[in-house]
């Protein structure tokens, strides 16, 4: 079955602990993406990834690492998670030309 | 960048009327427009898109229209049923790349 899997799906932490969400897909994509949902803010992008090795910024990247050593995993990376980072986040895959595949989310508190 | 305005935020409408939602977009490169629909507590799921080099498309009670003149995009969907009841979201993306910009979405309640 094609997914994207997320993990933790909730996650409650205190300022300034690094933490990692993993994002792994099975369907060969190139493209990788994160994203946060906001109330009254829709889907804003933060990280993507149209390869190995090659990220790029979206439109709210401060705060966030990603790295793509592998095609499969697009972890995101919180060095020093602040309560703004409280949210809801995605990630999605896509063959670049089609439809992108969600994850189920992961929803962040920090406190 | 690209900016999607959507709306309305919220619409509540009566089991097995219509419902339409409204999207415009401002960047002329956006070439591809997606519909979701993201039920609770789960990821969006794509349920229809249109190319920008067609006017309409339609899946069963589902419909997307694009008027690239004018930069808008509209979600149709008829005899709605209460498993309609989500949020959905319109974006637009330049096909061949990793950007979706996403409109803020709309509250969709379907009273039995």
């Known amino acids: 079955e094609a997914q994207v899997t997320q993990n933790p799906r909730y996650l409650i932490t205190v300022t300034g602990k690094k933490l990692t969400v993993t994002c792994s897909q099975n369907?060969?994509?190139?493209?990788m993406s994160w994203y946060r949902q906001d109330p009254g803010l829709g889907l804003r992008q933060i990280y993507y990834s149209m390869n190995v090795e090659v990220t790029d910024k979206g439109d709210v990247p401060e705060g966030y690492k990603v790295s793509r050593k592998e095609k499969r995993n697009f972890p995101l990376i919180l060095e020093s998670p602040s309560p703004n980072q409280t949210s809801l986040y995605f990630c999605?895959?896509?063959?670049?030309?089609?439809?992108?595949?969600f994850g189920q989310g992961t929803r962040l508190t920090v406190v | 960048g690209e900016n999607v305005e959507q709306h309305p935020s919220t619409l509540s409408v009566q089991e097995g009327d219509s419902a339409v939602i409204k999207c415009t977009y401002s960047?002329?490169?956006?070439?591809?427009f997606p519909w979701y629909k993201q039920e609770l507590g789960k990821g969006p799921q794509l349920i229809i898109d249109?190319?920008?080099?067609?006017g309409e498309k339609k899946d069963q009670r589902i419909a997307v229209t694009l008027n690239k003149t004018a930069k808008h995009f509209s979600l149709h969907i008829t005899e709605t049923q209460p498993e309609d009841s989500a949020v959905y979201f319109c974006?637009?993306?330049?096909?061949?790349?990793?950007?979706?910009?996403f409109g803020t979405g709309t509250s969709l309640t379907v009273i039995p």
């Open positions: 369907m060969n994509h190139e493209y």
């Open positions: 249109i190319r920008s080099n067609v």
């Open positions: 974006a637009a993306s330049p096909l061949g790349g990793n950007q979706f910009y």
């Open positions: 999605a895959s896509s063959s670049g030309t089609a439809e992108a595949f």
């Open positions: 960047d002329s490169a956006s070439n591809y």
